[in-house]
């Protein structure tokens, strides 16, 4: 079992700076440490299941309580846009858009290591969120999946299966939106003791968006008397026979349990635009369920009941072109590139791809290189590596052109999803797993 000390160390980052104008100092809506009463915690602790209040100021310096009144003139921030002879209920509801921006932007800054995107607004405005982007600005290091072509590839791996291989990954690749926040999940993260993404905001509706994969899809049947178990047969006296289950991999902490699993929705083919309504091809899968998770490893598989049987047997299809093509790809890797626990500077590190959703926005390809590896008593317990990822990558399928079998070990990278920024290894981007070697 790995150990928290050797576990990659999920310290909340406090050096990153603080870009928000209406938030108090010190405080962290997720910092379960501290002890600052600031405008954050007096929100997010107000009623249950509430967004923010109409007249919530959230003016530096100030706890607000749910009801207070917005005075015609008062609280207008810099660059606001507020014209002439806009009416008061006008002025309130562009505060309260201000407002839900600050603390999406407060949970974003605050949430650690992890790197999930948080709205308070819908998606509205996740594209502001994007082109505001702190850790990336300019997102230089991400592809858009529709530009993603054989030029992207470095030496050695500049060969058209890899880049069918890659299409194939974002094709089953999904955006994952989930609509509440359990009132289960931790004070601390259980195997680090790190105040746990999410603990503040349990039991309310914020929204989180993350990433996953569809790792298997089918359309047969254990039994025939098997009938559908989406929200519409559960409750039906004539459940559907003929149906179809959806598996989805994802983090646990964008996923946590059942609850949140029912306010899930993946989109499958959102593929270009920063919006969604922009992309004419998404498929949305709503309310997912059985949730297997290992908050250790942080992953979470979770599935979809769906009447679609040509959606399901195309995704099944393509899992299947995926796993051939994968095997094709490994007997061909480039021989000098080595998979090492403690690499030199002499090696050369694998090729490491991630596909994923940055800021909630159209899905986009980073390549990097597999860097090292946590040990932990004979136990893998993180890898770290270059590819660029940003706040709404949690959760991503983080695979590695590399072929393991040869090494005579489990295979890692399987189905490791992607967690966050290391802290440890600033600069380096981290994934846990439980590989035993
Ligand atoms: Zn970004
Ligand atoms: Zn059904």
């Known amino acids: ?17 603080r870009v928000c104008t209406h938030r108090t100092g010190g405080s962290s809506s997720e910092d379960a440490g501290n002890t600052d009463k600031s405008l954050t915690i007096a929100i997010l602790d107000s009623t249950p299941d509430s967004l923010i209040q109409p007249g919530q100021d959230v003016q530096s310096g100030q706890n607000i309580q749910p009801g207070q009144n917005i005075q015609p003139g008062q609280n207008i921030q810099p660059g606001q846009d507020i014209q002439a002879g806009q009416d008061v209920q006008a002025r309130q509801d562009t505060q309260l858009v201000q407002d839900a921006l600050s603390l999406a932007e407060l949970d974003r800054e605050n949430q650690g290591p992890w790197e999930a995107e948080y709205s308070y607004e819908g998606e509205a405005y996740l594209h502001q969120q994007y082109e505001k982007c702190v850790k990336n600005p300019g997102h230089k290091k991400f592809i858009p999946v529709d530009k993603f072509c054989i030029d992207d590839l470095p030496e050695g791996y500049r060969d058209k299966d890899h880049v069918d291989y890659i299409k194939l990954v974002s094709d089953l690749t999904v955006r994952v939106t989930v609509t509440c926040v359990s009132d289960k999940r931790p004070v601390i993260a259980p195997d680090n003791g790190k105040p746990y993404p999410g603990y503040r905001v349990r039991g309310r509706r914020r929204i989180t968006f993350g990433t996953g994969i569809v790792i298997f899809a089918n359309v047969s049947k254990l039994s025939p008397d098997d009938t559908c178990e989406c929200k519409e047969c559960r409750s039906s006296s004539t459940p559907e026979t003929n149906f179809a289950k959806i598996h989805v991999n994802t983090a646990t902490h964008v996923v946590f349990d059942e609850l949140e699993a029912e306010h899930t929705t993946c989109h499958l083919f959102f593929d270009k635009g920063r919006k969604l309504d922009e992309c004419g ?7 997912m369920s059985y949730v297997h998770n290992d908050i250790s490893k942080d992953t979470c598989e979770i599935i979809h009941f769906t009447h679609d049987l040509k959606l399901a047997n195309k995704l099944e299809q393509m899992l299947e072109t995926m796993d051939s093509l ?3 790809i490994f007997t061909k890797k480039p021989r000098h590139y080595k998979f090492k626990l403690s690499p030199t500077s002499m090696d050369k590190h694998p090729l490491l791809c991630i596909v994923s959703h940055p800021h ?9 290189r597999w860097i090292s590896a946590d040990k932990w008593n004979n136990q893998l317990v993180s890898f770290y590596y270059t590819a660029a990822t940003c706040p709404g990558s949690s959760g991503a399928h983080v695979f ?24 440890s290894q600033p600069g380096h981007n981290y994934c846990n797993t439980e590989s035993g070697w």
């Open 400 to 423: 590695v052109m590399q072929d393991f079998t040869e090494l005579d070990i489990p295979e890692p990278m399987s189905t490791e999803v992607h967690c966050g920024a290391s802290v």
């Open 281 to 287: 091809c998404v498929v949305k899968l709503a309310g």
């Open 360 to 368: 909630g926005c159209s899905k986009e390809i980073s390549l990097g």
């Open 1 to 17: 079992m790995a150990t928290s000390k050797h576990r990659e160390d999920t310290s909340p980052d406090t050096s990153r700076k």
């Open 326 to 328: 994968g095997d094709t």
